[in-house]
């Protein structure tokens, strides 16, 4: 198994500019979910789906949209990029929404907005 | 607000040395969780649990349901113990603390 990849590894974009950060799980995975870290401040929820079809916002979920057309993938999209939104960006997983599981990170998109 | 406080923020230790990061947290939990993240890597989960203690190698986990409070230990530590360590808990959704930065020094 992969586990949870994400691409790109590394992104600069200008602001206005929009672009999509990829998550892919092969472990069959209910929940899968979207996070930002910045310095400073611990891992924030973006957005967060409980199966095929189904999303939800998170704490910041402004600036991004998401969708989940199958269980496999989860991209996140940035709508028009501004600095603030400079960040790590991790993607993750659990086996299911409905119990407490360990979750599984991807290894981190580093996104520059200037 | 927030829900997940650590300690210490950052952490030196000689080789060797028993290590504690603590962390409490202010709401009821389904679980909590111990992550470690690497310099420039990704995250990995050490442990989840809802109560007592979990041992994995020269890592131990404890938690405190009254006090809310959890402990994660690292026994006779290395240098390649270092890492941020991340506590997390969730009920529903997960809510992290901002991570406790330690480094071992040779």
């Known amino acids: 198994n992969a586990g949870v990849t994400q691409t790109p590894k590394f992104q600069v974009l200008k602001t206005g500019q929009s672009m999509t950060l990829q998550c892919a799980q092969d472990?069959?995975?209910?929940?899968m979910s979207w996070y930002r870290q910045d310095p400073g401040m611990g891992l924030r929820l973006i957005h967060y789906s409980v199966g095929a079809g189904i999303t939800d916002q998170g704490e910041v979920p402004n600036g991004y949209n998401v969708s989940r057309s199958t269980t496999e993938d989860f991209p996140l999209r940035l709508l028009s990029a501004a600095p603030s939104q400079t960040s790590v960006y991790f993607c993750?997983?659990?086996?299911?929404?409905?119990?407490?599981?360990?979750?599984?990170f991807g290894p981190g998109t580093r996104l520059t907005v200037l | 607000k927030n829900e997940v406080e650590q300690s210490p923020q950052n952490l030196t230790a000689q080789e060797g040395e028993f290590i504690t990061i603590n962390c409490s947290y202010s709401?009821?939990?389904?679980?909590l969780h111990w992550l470690q993240q690497h310099p420039g890597g990704g995250i990995v989960s050490l442990f989840m649990?809802?109560?007592g203690k979990k041992k994995h190698g020269r890592l131990i986990a404890t938690i405190n349901i009254q006090e809310k409070h959890s402990s994660l230990h690292i026994t006779a530590s290395h240098p390649r113990d270092s890492a941020v360590y991340i506590c997390a808990v969730s009920w529903g959704q997960f809510y992290f603390g901002t991570g406790t930065s330690l480094t071992v020094i040779p």
């Open positions: 472990m069959n995975h209910e929940y």
């Open positions: 993750a997983s659990s086996y299911s929404a409905k119990r407490v599981d360990t979750q599984y």
């Open positions: 709401v009821g939990i389904s679980a």
């Open positions: 649990l809802s109560s």
